[in-house]
């Protein structure tokens, strides 16, 4: 199966700060990837669609202005918390499909802690 | 919005037995489902897939069958094994480059 990589696997910042995590299909280009939350317990809600290229598609109720999400290459998507708070506090998952394939393939997630 | 559910949080089950997990739906538009098994702190594992012009799909120890007059889909895992134990999402797209709508996990517990 195809490889995605995220990294970091853990973060701890403090509240105001900024943080980014990157997600990267290692051996296979994938123009769209996606971004996933998940709190404790619960279930993966999709948070964003990442486009190569272009602007990401949020869903519902997910600001833009503080999640941002940049796509500049076929194999590398980021996600920034902007002014994190501890309400951020989550696991973060990527997915990404090779062109053409409905298959998704998950990052190993991000857990990140505001404090 | 349409999402995918679960019946039951927490599956118990003696290891060797069967076990198979449930997952309603809601969307009857969803052409593409899939199981995904979660070890604690790791992301999704891919375990077995389905397209709508399907009812049964089978794997290594796994079966997924999917009834769409009722929206219903299960997976069953044959002679469980204490590496079983995870939580099980299933998940549905429409088929094309969307993202995945997950339900809300089903805990499966392996006793010894």
């Known amino acids: 199966g195809a490889v995605v990589s995220q990294h970091p696997s853990r973060v701890i910042c403090k509240s105001g700060t900024s943080v980014k995590i990157e997600c990267r299909s290692l051996?296979?280009?994938?123009?769209?990837m996606f971004w996933y939350r998940q709190f404790p317990k619960q279930s993966l809600m999709l948070m964003a669609t990442s486009n190569e290229g272009s602007k990401a598609t949020y869903e519902q109720g997910v600001e833009k202005d503080k999640f941002l999400i940049n796509h500049a290459s076929l194999t590398l998507s980021t996600l920034t918390v902007t002014s994190a708070h501890p309400e951020d506090s989550s696991f973060y998952i990527c997915?990404?499909?090779?062109?053409?394939?409905?298959?998704?393939?998950f990052g190993q997630g991000t857990r990140l802690t505001v404090v | 919005g349409e999402s995918v559910g679960l019946h039951l949080p927490t599956l118990s089950v003696q290891e060797g037995d069967n076990s198979i997990i449930n997952c309603a739906y809601s969307n009857s538009a969803s052409d593409y489902f899939i199981w995904y098994k979660q070890e604690s702190g790791k992301g999704p594992q891919f375990i077995i897939d389905i397209r709508s012009n399907m009812d049964k799909r089978q794997g290594q120890r796994v079966t997924v069958l999917l009834n769409k007059t009722v929206k219903h889909l299960s997976l069953q895992i044959a002679a469980t094994q204490p590496g079983d134990s995870a939580v099980y999402f299933c998940?549905?797209?429409?088929?094309?480059?969307?993202?995945?709508?997950f339900g809300k996990g089903t805990h499966l517990i392996i006793q010894p």
């Open positions: 998940a549905e797209n429409l088929g094309g480059a969307d993202g995945l709508t």
């Open positions: 051996d296979f280009q994938a123009t769209t």
């Open positions: 997915s990404a499909s090779r062109q053409g394939n409905t298959e998704a393939f």
